[in-house]
């Protein structure tokens, strides 16, 4: 082939192009700059992110399905579950933690779930936590009608470094034993002491743990420290090696209530969870 019918070739087909993009523009290349008005941020590389997951306006939805007070075996049992689900869902997260409404989940510092995007992170957590405490609701719930959807939002916090995870985790289980100790007496003086809401607030104004012990004792013949711990513990939701075949490498995921402020928890799970105990 000759130098001018290659031209002439080149030149026919880069024409037929031009004349088929002439007719039929690619509507993308029109269009697809309104992409660059969203917007998303990466967490750092290296930290640990842990998700929190809240009930919204969980005080209305707990009156509306007839919860039991101050704790409901039944509705915690279907958080934990919804908890344990979502682990199995997403591998990356080492452990859980949860009290009443609430859930945190520990996605490991190294992760690279969703390019480390925030908001994928938050709202795939947030969606998939909802999904299964609706898909479970019958299960611990049998005889309640559920009433109407509930909502769970999710946040992100991002820790450089274990300690900082721990302290969180720690801050979260202190939260828990606060408020089931006020709530635990609180919710006595109404059922068994008779007292208003607002009597009983009034009653727990400035008391200390130990006045809240004494007042449930002396009044009612209850030891705080006899109370499940499920309820003074709160929930953590870690894997655990499958028992029997010391090579074997498959993990269940387990709730345990225990506490894990001391080091003998992080010392015990140090392999599985990969968080120095120090």
């Given amino acids: 082939m000759t130098y001018y019918k290659t031209l002439a070739l080149v030149t026919f087909s880069i024409l037929n192009v ?27 590389p290296g930290c640990w992110i842990v998700v929190r997951v809240d009930g919204k306006n969980f005080h209305r939805f707990s ?32 452990i859980a933690y949860g009290e009443s409404d609430e859930f945190s989940f520990v996605i490991h510092k190294d992760t ?10 938050a709202t795939y957590i947030a969606a998939c936590f909802t999904a299964r405490y609706q898909f479970h609701w019958a299960e611990f719930f ?56 607002a009597q009983a607030e009034e009653r727990l104004r400035g008391t200390l743990f130990k006045d809240k012990n004494e007042i449930l004792f002396s009044e009612f013949g209850i030891n705080y420290n006899n109370e499940p711990e499920l309820f003074r513990k709160g929930t953590t939701v870690i894997r655990k090696k499958v028992s029997g075949d010391v090579k074997c490498k498959k993990t269940s995921v387990v709730c345990l209530n225990v506490d894990i402020i001391k080091n003998s928890f992080w010392i015990e799970n140090y392999g599985s969870l990969g968080v120095n105990f120090m």
């Fill in 112 to 121: 690279d779930m969703y390019s480390r995007r925030k908001i994928k992170i």
């Fill in 63 to 94: 009156k509306a399905h007839n919860f039991t007070k101050p704790n409901d075996h039944r509705a915690l049992g279907l958080m934990n579950q919804s908890a344990v689900r979502v682990m199995d869902e997403y591998r990356d997260i080492r």
């Fill in 18 to 44: 031009l004349h088929i993009m002439a007719k039929e523009p690619p509507i993308i290349n029109k269009y697809v700059y309104v992409k660059s008005n969203e917007t998303d941020s990466t967490c750092l």
């Fill in 142 to 197: 049998p005889e309640t009608k559920l009433q109407y959807p509930p909502h769970f939002d999710a946040h992100i916090a991002e820790y450089p470094n274990d300690v900082m995870l721990r302290d969180y985790l720690s801050w979260r289980q202190n939260d828990c034993h606060i408020n089931n100790s006020y709530n635990t007496v609180f919710w006595a003086l109404i059922e068994k002491g008779g007292m208003t809401p």
